[in-house]
């Protein structure tokens, strides 16, 4: 059964890092683009980036550029969102999930409970 498990978030403030990390297994990150969104109340999940499972090329929403990064540690079989300069904006629940196939920002399939990211101004 595919399981994916979220880890990393926390509260930090204005302009802080965080590194989410999505723990997955071999045959997920091997079948499977991985993929994290994100939802804060009251609002639309968003896609945030996706990596394939093909190439490990990535895709990171243009509004989120330059601030968020997506890689794969196929050693540790995880999938890390490193997020820098973060914002007010930025918090909210944030899911690893299965995408497409292709890379999706917006198809996803399978996803885990979550971690919560909170930044304060």
């Known amino acids: 059964q595919l399981q994916l498990v979220e880890s990393g978030g926390g509260a930090v403030e204005f302009g802080g890092s965080l590194r989410l990390s999505c723990a997955a297994s071999?045959?997920?990150?091997?079948?499977?683009?991985i993929a994290w969104f994100r939802q804060a109340p009251g609002k639309e999940r968003e896609g945030v980036a996706c990596?394939?499972?093909?190439?490990?090329?990535?895709v990171v929403a243009d509004s989120l550029k330059g601030r968020f990064t997506i890689s794969r540690d196929n050693a540790k079989f995880t999938v890390v969102l490193q997020m820098n300069s973060l914002k007010p904006e930025d918090t909210a629940t944030y899911y690893c999930a299965t995408a497409g196939p292709p890379c999706s920002l917006s198809d996803f399939g399978t996803w885990g409970r979550g971690t919560q990211v909170t930044v304060s101004s």
């Open positions: 990596v394939s499972s093909a190439d490990g090329s990535t």
């Open positions: 071999r045959f997920a990150l091997a079948s499977y683009n």
